[in-house]
């Protein structure tokens, strides 16, 4: 039940793009992203609706593709700050599963 | 306004001994979440309340491990007796309420259990 990312880990350069994979084996009403810096909570990024309705963050990007059960996560000119694993979170009935994780890690 | 406070922010404990965490959710929030995050992993999800209501606690392990949140705001989790592998952060979240789709989530700080 829990999705799977891509990659598990990535390393950029302050001002390159990344793109961030979520893949389910259910189908999908939603799918939510988070970002969780090292010792910290998670903190929620966006949400993305079936028919393509987004709610969260203005300078991060996300597309949901509800066949293929998928989600990406488009981080572009990408900052210092933008470091951390991120996990998609996807609803089937009552639970709440998060991802496998993807750091990513912003060097000057 | 204020986020979600949890207590202890760390605790240690031999095994087979018993443990508490307490969270405080943010005022207003009728929806909240405890999550057993293992160090590397994603949090998984342990059990959710909906006001004092348990909405789903399908993966929360009820030999050892109680959740209960009286009059629908502050909550407790425990773990008697506790399990080498249930060291591991625990976090408190919550939500304004539990729609489809959900809310966004609050975490509070969470919990740091070692259990030796």
């Known amino acids: 039940q829990q999705p799977v990312q891509s990659p598990q880990a990535v390393i950029l350069r302050e001002g390159e793009d990344a793109v961030i994979n979520c893949s389910s084996s259910k189908a999908l009403y939603s799918v939510h992203w988070y970002r969780q810096k090292h010792g910290e909570a998670p903190v929620f990024l966006m949400i993305?609706?079936?028919?393509?309705e987004q709610k969260g963050h203005d300078k991060i990007s996300a597309s949901f593709n509800e066949k293929k059960q998928q989600s990406s996560l488009y981080l572009t000119a990408s900052q210092l700050s933008y470091s951390g694993t991120y996990f998609c979170g996807t609803e089937p009935g009552n639970q709440f599963y998060f991802g496998t994780g993807t750091s990513l890690t912003v060097i000057p | 306004e204020a986020g979600v406070a949890q207590s202890p922010r760390y605790k240690i404990i031999e095994k087979r001994q018993s443990v508490a965490f307490w969270c405080n959710p943010i005022s207003g929030h009728a929806t909240l979440y405890w999550y057993q995050q293992i160090l590397g992993q994603g949090p998984k999800l342990l059990i959710q309340f909906q006001n004092n209501g348990v909405v789903d606690d399908s993966q929360l392990p009820k030999d050892r491990f109680s959740a209960e949140r009286l009059k629908g705001v502050d909550s407790t989790l425990k773990i008697q007796p506790a399990k080498l592998e249930d060291s591991a952060v625990y976090l408190c979240?919550?939500?304004?309420?539990?729609?489809?789709?959900?809310?966004?989530?609050?975490f509070g700080p969470g919990t740091r259990l070692t259990v030796t």
């Open positions: 979240a919550s939500s304004l309420t539990l729609g489809t789709p959900r809310d966004e989530q609050y």
């Open positions: 993305l609706l079936k028919g393509g």
